[in-house]
């Protein structure tokens, strides 16, 4: 078990409490980003609607659930919650074609690597998480789309020739960067919560179901007590997941019904050897969140150049050519560019001189800050209109600042 969970000692006690029946019906994956929360989260899914009598739960089981599973095409897991997808997509493309085009001996898990770095993605947009949402005549074609590119890519077949395996890569990204971009939320939506309630008291054929909510911190106060309701009376044949990288932030009431697994930190030199393993990036260094970072279309310290100078413009009172900010940061596609943007200003801001105004200020623009991502993230707005909105919100600030 959890034999692709590496150096997280919760894998252990998660090993002992499933082999002994003790696993509750509730419990939550809390610890830093990229630490493997979700890697275990979906291993616990497989472990449980493992059919082997023998070694139930190895990685290398071929039984038809597991199957299923290692390929994230099982019908008794639901995947929801905010997640920026886009990276880790790109980093398992160039793991597999560089596998595929060298014929590497790890070939086969670069192929599993990249369908489920996608299908991470595409189990947030199941049509029953959005049943009756105003929006899934314009998400249904984009996810036919990948899932006609995928079937081609399915491990039971046999791959096409490199060219045109390079080709079905490309085109299933520039689907999922516009799945992503478009349609997924900063905060669970609540109706998600409903249909998923819905869902997990519906009795299953195939054993145990399993309902994953990554990051259950970013969840509004109308989701949480949604979820709440289904916790206090689960249902008998349902686990629920959550993850959080801030336990801190989950409802309380939602912490005294869950048990938590926490995870922690690894070393530089643990998080290098997941990089080989994983991603088989054998010269990358540094952590996990930079090697991803690698695949953004511009580097985050260019972003965060663009930072500085769109706030010392706030503090010269000229508002900047946005056009030029939004180009220059590649039209911030994917969506954490914007995010690192914002925290750019965060930190320009840090390096003012303290003092009791300077203080209330910052908590402001903090405030502010939070609003304009919403508007791009959750809203839709674009990011040059939330750009020119922002710029009038700190500016204003900051004359009532210098009265």
């Not at 082999?19 to 994956?29: C, D, E, F, S």
């Not at 980003?33 to 059919?51: P, Q």
């Not at 199957?67 to 880790?88: F, H, I, Q, W, Y």
């Not at 260094?285 to 413009?313: E, H, K, M, N, W």
Request: proline fraction near 5%; glycine fraction near 4%.
């Amino acid at each position: 078990m959890f034999d692709n969970l590496l150096y997280q000692n919760a894998s252990l006690l998660l090993h002992d409490d499933i082999a002994h029946h003790r696993l509750p019906g509730a419990i939550l994956l809390a610890g830093p980003a990229s630490s493997g929360k979700l890697t275990c989260a979906l291993e616990i899914a497989r472990i449980l609607s493992c059919t082997a009598r023998e070694k139930r739960g190895s990685w290398l089981c071929d039984c038809p659930s597991c199957r299923k599973n290692k390929e994230l095409a099982s019908t008794n897991v639901l995947l929801a919650g905010p997640r920026d997808c886009s990276l880790e997509i790109l980093a398992a493309k160039k793991a597999f074609l560089t596998a595929a085009c060298n014929n590497a001996p790890y070939l086969t898990a670069a192929r599993y690597l990249f369908l489920r770095s996608v299908r991470k993605l595409t189990m947030r947009f199941s049509q029953i998480l959005w049943e009756d949402d105003d929006k899934v005549p314009k998400i249904a074609p984009v996810m036919q789309a990948i899932d006609e590119q995928m079937e081609v890519l399915d491990p039971i077949k046999p791959l096409p020739e490199n060219e045109k395996i390079e080709k079905i890569c490309d085109d299933i990204i520039k689907q999922t960067d516009k799945l992503e971009s478009t349609f997924m939320y900063d905060s669970l939506p609540i109706q998600q919560i409903r249909s998923a309630s819905r869902w997990a008291h519906m009795k299953s054929p195939d054993g145990k179901k399993v309902f994953i909510i990554e990051n259950a911190d970013r969840m509004n106060e109308a989701a949480r007590n949604a979820l709440l309701k289904i916790l206090e009376e689960p249902p008998e044949d349902t686990v629920f997941i959550l993850t959080t990288s801030r336990r801190g932030a989950v409802m309380p009431t939602i912490l005294s019904r869950v048990r938590t697994y926490q995870f922690s930190e690894r070393s530089a030199k643990e998080q290098a050897e997941v990089l080989e393993r994983v991603f088989h990036a054998g010269s990358a260094s540094g952590t996990i969140d930079a090697y991803l970072q690698t695949f953004l279309p511009v580097t985050p310290s260019q972003v965060q150049a663009f930072s500085r100078s769109f706030y010392a413009s706030v503090e010269k009172g000229s508002l900047p050519v946005i056009q030029d900010i939004v180009k220059g940061c590649a039209g911030f596609e994917p969506r954490i560019l914007f995010k690192i943007f914002l925290t750019g200003i965060l930190d320009a801001q840090k390096t003012r001189e303290l003092s009791p105004r300077n203080v209330e200020s910052a908590a402001k623009n903090v405030a502010v800050l939070r609003d304009v991502y919403n508007n791009v993230s959750v809203y839709n707005q674009s990011p040059a209109a939330a750009l020119e909105n922002l710029w009038r919100e700190l500016f204003a600030v900051y004359r009532l600042e210098r009265r």
